[in-house]
């Protein structure tokens, strides 16, 4: 989606401590909670890395130190 392709911060963010509210996905408004999902920082970089290479995305890599360090 362009809104998970958009801000690399957000998605892992978002992966780490959820997300509530209102948000625009592909031209579709959606206003809903994602609870947290409980991984590791390297679990978190291999999930997120897959789903932005996937389906036709491609983004840049996600490194483990980057989740660590927003983890903080």
Same mark, same amino acid.
Do not use: C, F, H
């Given at each position: 989606?362009?809104? @998970? &392709? $958009?801000?690399?911060? /957000?998605?892992?963010?978002?992966?780490? !401590?959820? %997300?509530?509210?209102? &948000?625009?996905?592909? !031209?579709?408004?959606?206003? !809903?909670? &994602?609870?947290?999902?409980? @991984?590791? =920082?390297?679990?978190? %970089? =291999?999930?997120?890395?897959?789903? /932005?290479?996937?389906? !036709?995305?491609?983004?840049? $890599?996600?490194?483990?130190?980057?989740?660590? $360090?927003? /983890?903080?």
């Amino acid at each position: 989606s362009d809104y @998970l &392709m $958009a801000d690399k911060k /957000r998605a892992i963010q978002q992966i780490l !401590g959820g %997300a509530a509210g209102e &948000m625009t996905v592909n !031209g579709i408004k959606y206003n !809903g909670i &994602m609870t947290a999902i409980p @991984l590791g =920082d390297q679990e978190t %970089a =291999d999930v997120l890395n897959y789903i /932005r290479n996937s389906w !036709g995305n491609k983004g840049e $890599a996600i490194r483990p130190e980057e989740v660590k $360090a927003i /983890r903080k």
